[in-house]
């Protein structure tokens, strides 16, 4: 990709100027020279740096992480149709497609950053931090997506934190993206507490 070849003599001197011109609360102007400068690189800026790259990989593996859930929510919708619960088993359909929506604009930063959205079909479950589950009872079913849910809370949280001022657009994108996952969450932890 355009944007993958090393920074630019200016964005690098930018770098080593940017701590000092933070102790000063003032701009780093190697930076804005930078900017005005190297056009090939589009919206990234000098500010992304050397995280740049460290970003996509982490919004790649959280866009496996929604493809899987895309999957094992289809699966179970279509499994459970039938069983005790058509509510439910209608819910998880709502909650395939929220998945499918947060893995659209985790693709779309992707591609912003310079990157290249991972949709390798081959290593989406390595590469997911949430499991399939191909399970067959819907207590099951309720349990192994609570589980996957929980783990994107925790995923996204950490995230978000890790990400902090370094990329406030992609911060606010998984933030966005982390209050989805806690409300699913919550919803599956209502459906398995007994009556
Ligand atoms: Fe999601
Ligand atoms: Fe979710």
């Not at 000092?20 to 102007?29: T, Y």
């Not at 459970?80 to 395939?96: D, K, N, Q, R, T």
């Not at 370094?166 to 606010?172: E, F, G, L, S, Y």
Request: charged share 25%.
């Amino acid at each position: 990709m355009k944007h993958s070849s090393a920074l630019s003599r200016g964005a690098a001197r930018a770098h080593l100027d940017a701590a000092a011109a933070r102790e000063r609360l003032a701009l780093n102007q190697a930076g804005l020279e930078a900017a005005r400068s190297d056009l090939q690189t589009g919206a990234v800026t000098p500010h992304f740096g050397l995280w740049r790259e460290e970003i996509i990989a982490l919004l790649n593996d959280a866009l496996a992480t929604e493809w899987v859930c895309v999957l094992r929510y289809r699966r179970h919708h279509f499994t459970a149709v039938g069983l005790a619960s058509p509510a439910i088993a209608s819910e998880f359909m709502v909650h395939a497609n929220d998945e499918a929506r947060h893995a659209d604009r985790l693709a779309r930063r992707i591609v912003q950053l310079g990157g290249e959205p991972d949709f390798n079909p081959d290593t989406l479950t390595q590469r997911s931090h949430a499991a399939y589950s191909p399970v067959r009872d819907l207590q099951a079913m309720l349990r192994a997506n609570l589980i996957a849910e929980r783990v994107a809370v925790e995923a996204y949280s950490q995230m978000v934190a890790l990400i902090g001022d370094k990329d406030p657009t992609t911060r606010r994108l998984l933030e966005s993206i982390l209050e989805q996952e806690q409300h699913h969450a919550e919803q599956l932890a209502d459906w398995l507490a007994p009556a």
